[in-house]
């Protein structure tokens, strides 16, 4: 598979060597993983176990989780291998408990995930809110069944993506994944841990059903390949610190309980001091802040696989496990003759609406197979504004697209007329 | 803050506060901000580390005292102040995490956290403020509200059985569980510290006034009269089976330490099974700081 | 002469009458006078009496009285330093 993106040097998580955002940014001393965690050699394991060892190897050594099929794998194989890597697993009584217990984990000075399904990410929620709020670094995985409700529990769907931007109340922004393969499953893990400690900001690593139970081979580098992201630790004395003042950047520094920096943190509107102000400006410079810090940084986060995208008419636009699937339909069309791109979103939120708008100028038409009734595929055409067709190829979940259907609406949008 | 702080006469309190947030939120009368002053006579008592103490609230009325409090504290969802507190706990075994919250907020959305972490228990101190009723949203029945009293949603009277605090955590397996009022500032003093000393799942119930909603909905008259009530109605019996100590609208309250018993606490029991199980493979949490 | 001395940061009293009501020596009165919010602060009535067990502290929700002990001269016995551990 052939990639002109940086998803092509993924396995080296959280570099931006080649990034010009970052030419103005002091450069870090480098960090790479702690040994202990990595599982370096080439495995063959699925989805769900990769993104433990990727969660392992960005030196997350905490979790908390709730049962749920078809994710429970990556955290019984965290349960396994915690105790010998120096950490802590525990399973709580539910949901809402395991998705706060991690945040008391990272303020306690750990990298910490929790992972779940639909029904479990639907009331984890709350805590997505919370950790915007209070900008706690951590990741949840949500490893996507069919829904609505209880649905079905052992096969796929895509249909979480807009509760994984939307679903907790009130405005602010996350970032969120999509791993199409167990590599990417290791990979992408890390860089979820990366970006959540670099912005502060709860991460959606969205897998499904399919990525997740499906089994591959995983090549873990050695350690010292892997970059990890550090927490973004105060060096400021007790006296100067202010939890929630930011320096240019717009993230703020983090201090731990039991460093004696006495700092309060609330899920209430707060002023830099941490401590709750209801007040109309106060409001409004925190919550744009915690828009803003993502969505200025929206080129830097975004990742995505491009592929044949000069020149094309049509280009299919996928995540996760539908990639793949539509890879088939994209090769097929091109047999026949038609200028087809493949552009896979790897980061689907912040979404990368410049990109798009770009596109949709040289462009005909977007495909959009995506295993819901069309989420995504509502951002694409938001995005094109009316400067490229769009056409959603809707599935209702409990298995992946037949390539020929995506074919199907491949041909049809290569023959729409250019608006 | 007022010059009158500058005074020879130091309240004791003073140092645990963030002073710039007083005056509080608190309406007249209410017994939260005496139940801080009992908080902060243990913390000089039991000589405890500042440094490695947390505080975490849920939400309502008692959740604001993280927000009061000199202290790492956290003002965290409603219900979810245990689960927290759980997390900072075992991420770092040396913090000594105290949970600040009142009976809605860990007896109803949060009870499923409460009887799991007493199950468990884990070693935190948990001190419970019961009003007796949701007063932050507007004095609506609790599961702690007693039979027969009024509230905004039972306007004819409650008629669900509340829950027996103490009861319900021994059930659940805390190690140490009392009950006082606020009129018992010494000895709910002693009871906080006491729990420091303990490693387990503490449980401190402190019942304490509502003035301006389960005292007036009730006419129960205001927080002074509360308090008069605590002090003529109170029967302390130490050692009292849980089972007898469930409160009623008008009835006397029985007040004491209830259970004080030994039980390895999670973390121990996870580090012994891990050397059981895994021997030399077993690698012990160290400072988890990843920075 | 008094063993003790309260002092009352009339601002932050609420009035709720603890102090008033519990002081073992009936130190205390509520004044006629209000504070800033409309309350009517804790004044003391009987100084002499006053034995600086500072469960006028203890009691009040406010945090706006403390009571201490003073010796012969009227200076606070200095007791175990109280903020050392919070200022770490």
């Keep these: 598979m052939k990639t002109d993106s940086e998803a092509a040097v993924l396995p080296k998580a959280g570099h931006h060597s080649a990034d010009p955002h970052t030419a103005d940014r002091p450069i870090a001393v480098r960090h790479t993983a702690d040994p202990r965690g990595v599982l370096t050699g080439i495995h063959f394991m699925d989805g769900d176990h990769a993104c433990c060892e990727g969660a392992l190897a960005a030196g997350c050594r905490c979790a908390a989780g709730y049962p749920i099929t078809p994710s429970t794998e990556v955290v019984e194989r965290f349960a396994s291998r915690v105790p010998m890597v120096g950490g802590t697993f525990i399973q709580m009584e539910d949901e809402l408990a395991a998705s706060i217990t991690l945040q008391g984990m990272v303020w306690a000075g750990a990298k910490a995930f929790t992972v779940t399904s639909g029904p479990g990410f639907s009331l984890m929620m709350e805590h997505i809110g919370y950790a915007a709020m209070t900008e706690t670094p951590c990741v949840f995985v949500d490893v996507q ?25 009130g405005d602010y922004e996350v970032i969120a994944l999509c791993p199409n393969s167990p590599q990417e499953c290791f990979d992408l893990t890390i860089k979820a841990f990366n970006l959540a400690e670099e912005y502060r900001v709860p991460v959606m690593f969205m897998m499904d059903e399919v990525v997740g139970h499906m089994s591959e081979k995983v090549v873990i580098p050695p350690a010292d390949q892997i970059e990890v992201v550090p927490r973004k630790h105060t060096h400021k004395s007790v006296e100067d610190y202010l939890p929630y003042a930011t320096n240019g950047d717009q993230v703020p520094e983090m201090a731990h309980a039991g460093e004696g920096y006495n700092f309060h943190v609330t899920g209430l509107t707060h002023d830099e001091r941490g401590y709750p102000n209801m007040t109309l400006a106060v409001q409004d410079k925190l919550v744009r802040r915690l828009q803003s810090k993502i969505l200025n940084a929206v080129d830097r986060i975004t990742m995505t696989e491009e592929e044949q995208i000069e020149g094309a008419d049509v280009v299919v636009v996928s995540y996760g496990i539908t990639s793949r699937v539509a890879q088939r339909a994209i090769e097929a069309a091109r047999e026949r003759g038609l200028h087809v791109g493949k552009l896979r979103l790897i980061t689907a939120w912040p979404f990368p609406e410049k990109k798009f708008r770009d596109l949709a100028a040289k462009v005909k038409a977007f495909v959009v197979p995506e295993l819901n009734l069309g989420q995504m595929v509502r951002e694409v055409e938001r995005a094109a504004g009316g400067q490229a067709k769009t056409f959603a190829v809707s599935h209702a979940g409990g298995g992946v697209h037949n390539p020929e259907e995506i074919l199907k609406v491949i041909v049809e949008a290569s023959r729409c007329q250019t608006i | 803050m007022s010059d009158d702080l500058v005074t020879d006469i130091l309240n004791p309190v003073e140092p645990f506060l963030r002073s710039d947030r007083v005056p509080h939120i608190w309406c007249p009368g209410c017994g939260i901000g005496t139940t801080v002053n009992s908080f902060a006579r243990a913390l000089i008592d039991s000589n405890i580390d500042l440094g490695s103490l947390a505080l975490v609230s849920g939400i309502g009325c008692t959740g604001r005292v993280a927000g009061y409090v000199k ?9 979810r102040a245990i689960p927290f507190a759980t997390g900072l706990k075992l991420a770092n075994p040396k913090l000594n995490v105290v949970v600040y919250s009142g009976d809605g907020d860990l007896s109803a959305i949060g009870g499923n956290h409460l009887i799991h972490a007493a199950r468990r228990n884990i070693d935190l101190k948990v001190i419970c403020v019961n009003n007796l009723i949701y007063a932050m949203t507007g004095g609506q029945t609790a599961p702690t509200t007693p039979d027969h009293s009024t509230t905004s949603t039972n306007p004819y009277g409650v008629f669900e059985a509340s829950f027996n605090l103490p009861q319900l955590v021994e059930a659940a397996g805390a190690v140490y569980v009392a009950r006082w009022t606020t009129f018992h500032v010494r000895q709910l003093s002693r009871a906080i510290s006491e729990a420091f000393q303990k490693k387990g799942f503490s449980f401190i119930e402190v019942i304490s006034p509502c003035p301006t909603l389960y005292q007036r909905r009730n006419k129960m008259g205001d927080g002074l009269d ?27 309250i029985i007040v004491g330490k209830f259970v004080d018993r030994e039980r390895p606490d999670y973390q121990t029991m996870m580090k012994a099974q891990f050397h059981e199980s895994l021997g030399e493979r077993f690698v012990e949490q160290t400072e988890m700081v990843c920075s | 002469m008094a063993k ?30 209000f504070n800033s919010k409309g309350y009517h602060p804790p004044h003391v009535v009987h100084p002499e009496k006053c034995s600086g067990c500072d469960l006028c502290g203890m009691y009040c929700p406010d945090f706006a009285i403390a009571g201490g002990k003073v010796d012969e001269a009227g200076v606070p016995v200095k007791k175990a330093d109280a903020a050392k551990g919070a200022k770490k």
């Design chain 1, 145 to 169: 069944r069919g829904g609505p409700s209880t649905g079905l529990p052992t096969l796929p769907a895509q249909a979480d993506m807009m509760q994984a931007r939307w679903g907790s109340h």
């Design chain 2, 71 to 79: 202290l790492d504290s956290f003002h965290t969802t409603h219900g």
């Design chain 2, 226 to 252: 509360a308090m008069k009530y605590y002090k003529e109605k109170s029967r302390v019996r130490h050692g009292a089976p849980t089972s007898e100590v469930g409160m009623t609208m008008t009835g006397e």
């Design chain 3, 4 to 33: 003790g001395r309260v002092s009352i940061v009339v601002e932050r009293c609420k009035a709720c009458g603890f102090c008033v009501e519990f002081c073992p020596s009936h130190v205390l009165a509520l004044s006629s006078a």
